[in-house]
């Protein structure tokens, strides 16, 4: 924490100006000519800025001059300004104008919460800017905020959640992209002129792209800026190079489709961003947000309790779900070490396949002749925490729900609803639909002690429509059919504050940090190909913390790309964050159900570290050569290194990797072998990547991997 407070008013060229500091980095925001919200860039510790920031070189002297803006970087902007560039805000009144003319108006510091409110005094619109300062992070978190003060209607065409402005510079983008089965991709290129636009516009975050960024400037690895969107629905990031190569970057829900209705009195804010900078490059920039997510995002309630080892059962029962065989699985599943075990899609009436069922959640009688409370006792007997499949966003057609209420999906009045994965949307902007989704839920959770929901989310949306809905609030529901998920989600956590929730949406295609303000653990993909994952999980954890991240062991070959990995292998791999197993357990042999139980037993020594430690990407993953990940605990007394060899390379010579974030003048030992080495040594010598040769019959070097902890020689055990 910096010693200085983490907000200070002050002045810059005699305009009023606001310091905004953190333990990494510093952020001045300045009005200039009453209405424009200057940005300057952020970096060190603030001490530079004044003399040498930018703010003071903007021609301050010529703000009636129309490009006084043009190549200015700012932190907010309003269609209407005289900057040519993307805005930030667009309000139109009655007759149509989208023109605001904003004035500075007052602000506020509330709880290390800078607010900064302007108004336009033709409309009354009053716009707030919000600065969360999470000095001990790194992080500044952004949302915006509109009021109507005026006698008339007024409707949002956009609103971002912030806008951020760096001078001028030729800049690089990180972002993550995919699509099913191959999620979080991370992508590397320099930003031309103009504008690169990353968006969902299929009503949740999606697989394609995820709304998280990083930047730099081209040849400089160290300082990074980096942001995060907290938003599960349609969003939509700006990097905009201007003319002068500054660079322009506007995020928030995405204006597609979208409107909100603002009468007199009324409202409106926007999702948070994220936000932050580090001279630490992308490593540094990841370790800072995963930080913020553990203290300030995920669930507070779990955060002092680790994530359970858990059994899905979808890959091995699929939709043949029976009593007699999940609890055979149970069985087998609580000798291994497993915490948890979770019964995937398939328990409930009508759900022989995915074609019916969705929506009614009626536990099915042929599968369960008496019911849940058979199993869930006996999964409670074996010592483990009992979780179940449900997609409560979605319905069958061909279900009761849909029969009684065709109406409650998102629809068109002269349109056919286009089903995806034989099922439709439920329409959670309706209170009815909210109302009876919660009770239908809260009613199986209060019939049965279950520990854990996997909240699934299996299509986008099409044909989204409200007709129900007063016209003019019509274009509101992509907003609010979010917000009414997380209503249900949020009013369900506090009735059963012990519940844990796991969010997947076909794999990876709804991870955020609005998400994970609600769920526990994010599925990342479908895929569970341990080779695949290595990439996978790399990129998830550019943006995301490992406490959230669920990996996971399944059979050989892998069901989606048909590969076979030695078992310690894919442990190896699912033990990054949280540890999954699925697949079919009964049908292990004894030696691999042996080497199951010593993995297990291996990761929930590790797994304080893993999951509240800090990772370094060490050597990031590739086809050939090592691939190493290292975490080290917060008070730097242990570390652990993963090592990986997807592909050996014949003739290629010993590789050594340095670790990071040690203590240097600490003495570390190994625990396999109880080799002693200094923080120092293992930091800049480091230790060898090689691999023994494999024990027959195996002769090659493929799909090899260790584990390495070190403590702190003065820790015993």
């Known amino acids: 924490m910096p010693a200085d407070p983490a907000i200070t008013r002050t002045t810059c060229a005699g305009r009023p100006a606001w310091l905004l500091r953190t333990a990494h980095s510093a952020m001045l925001l300045s009005v200039a000519d009453g209405r424009a919200l200057l940005l300057d860039h952020w970096g060190g510790d603030g001490g530079g800025l004044g003399g040498d920031s930018y703010l003071p070189h903007v021609p301050w002297n010529r703000p009636s001059q129309a490009h006084f803006l043009d190549g200015v970087p700012l932190a907010h902007t309003a269609y209407g300004d005289p900057a040519y560039k993307e805005p930030g805000l667009v309000v139109a009144r009655e007759d149509g104008s989208a023109v605001s003319r904003l004035t500075w108006r007052d602000d506020r510091v509330e709880d290390d919460v800078l607010v900064l409110a302007f108004e336009d005094a033709a409309t009354g619109l009053v716009v707030e800017h919000r600065f969360a300062v999470r000095a001990e992070h790194g992080i500044v978190v ?118 909100w209705h603002l009468d007199p009195g009324e409202d409106f804010r926007t999702p948070p961003l994220v936000c932050g900078y580090t001279d630490e490059g992308l490593d540094g920039a990841a370790r800072l947000l995963h930080r913020h997510q553990r203290d300030h995002v995920l669930p507070a309630r779990h955060r002092g309790t680790p994530p359970p080892v858990h059994y899905n059962t979808w890959l091995s029962t699929s939709f043949d779900v029976r009593f007699d065989h999940q609890v055979a699985l149970a069985g087998r599943a609580a000798e291994l070490g497993v915490e948890l075990f979770v019964v995937d899609d398939g328990w409930f009436t009508g759900r022989d396949d995915d074609r019916a069922g969705l929506g009614d959640w009626v536990v099915d009688p042929a599968k369960f002749p008496d019911g849940l409370a058979p199993l869930v006792a006996e999964v409670h007997r074996l010592g483990m925490g009992f979780g179940i499949w449900l997609e409560p966003e979605m319905v069958n057609p061909d279900s009761d729900l849909f029969r009684a209420h065709p109406d409650r999906v998102l629809h068109l009045p002269d349109r056919e609803p286009t089903p995806s994965r034989h099922q439709l949307v439920l329409n959670f902007a309706r209170e009815d639909v909210r109302e009876d989704v919660f009770a239908r839920v809260r009613r199986l959770l209060a019939e049965q002690p279950i520990d854990f929901v996997k909240w699934d989310h299996n299509r986008p949306y099409t044909e989204v429509g409200w007709p129900q809905a007063p016209e003019h609030r019509r274009r509101e529901v992509w907003v609010r059919h979010v917000r009414g998920v997380y209503e249900v989600i949020g009013r369900l956590r506090a009735e059963f504050p012990d519940l844990m929730i796991e969010t997947c949406a076909g794999g990876g295609g709804r991870v955020d940090l609005g998400i994970l303000g609600l769920a526990d653990l994010a599925q990342v993909s479908d895929n569970t190909d341990p080779a695949d994952r290595l990439r996978v999980q790399y990129g998830f954890t550019r943006a995301y913390a490992p406490r959230a991240m669920v990996g996971w062991v399944t059979d050989a070959p892998e069901a989606t790309t048909g590969r076979t990995t030695p078992l310690e292998f894919r442990f190896h791999v699912a033990m990054q964050g949280v540890l999954g197993i699925s697949g079919d357990v009964l049908g292990w042999d004894e030696d691999e159900r042996a080497r199951a139980r010593e993995l297990i037993a291996e990761y929930k020594r590790l797994r304080p570290t893993l999951q509240d430690g800090d990772q370094h990407w060490l050597v990031p993953p590739s086809d050939t050569g090592p691939c190493a990940v290292q975490y080290v605990s917060r008070d730097r007394r242990e570390t652990v290194l993963f090592l990986y060899q997807v592909r050996g390379v014949a003739g290629e010579g010993a590789r050594r990797v340095r670790l990071r974030g040690l203590d240097a003048d600490r003495r570390y030992r190994r625990h396999a072998d109880g080799l002693v080495s200094t923080g120092a040594a293992l930091m800049a010598a480091g230790v060898p990547a090689a691999f023994p040769p494999p024990p027959p019959p195996r002769h090659t070097g493929d799909w090899r991997s260790r584990v390495e902890l070190w403590r702190a020689a003065e820790v015993a055990g």
């Open 142 to 259: 952004r949302d915006a905020r509109v009021v109507n003060r005026g006698t008339r209607p007024l409707r949002v065409e956009r609103l971002a959640s912030a806008v951020l402005g760096l001078p001028p510079a030729r800049y690089e983008s990180w972002t993550l992209h995919g699509r099913w089965g191959d999620e979080y991709r991370l992508t590397r290129r320099g930003l031309p002129p103009g504008k690169v636009v990353l968006e969902s516009r299929r009503g949740f975050t999606s697989h394609e792209a995820n709304p998280w960024f990083a930047l730099a400037r081209v040849g400089e690895e160290g300082p990074v800026w980096f942001g995060a969107l907290a938003w599960s629905g349609n969003w939509s990031i700006v990097l905009e190079t201007e003319r002068n190569d500054a660079l322009h970057v506007v995020a928030g829900p995405h204006p597609f489709d979208s409107t």
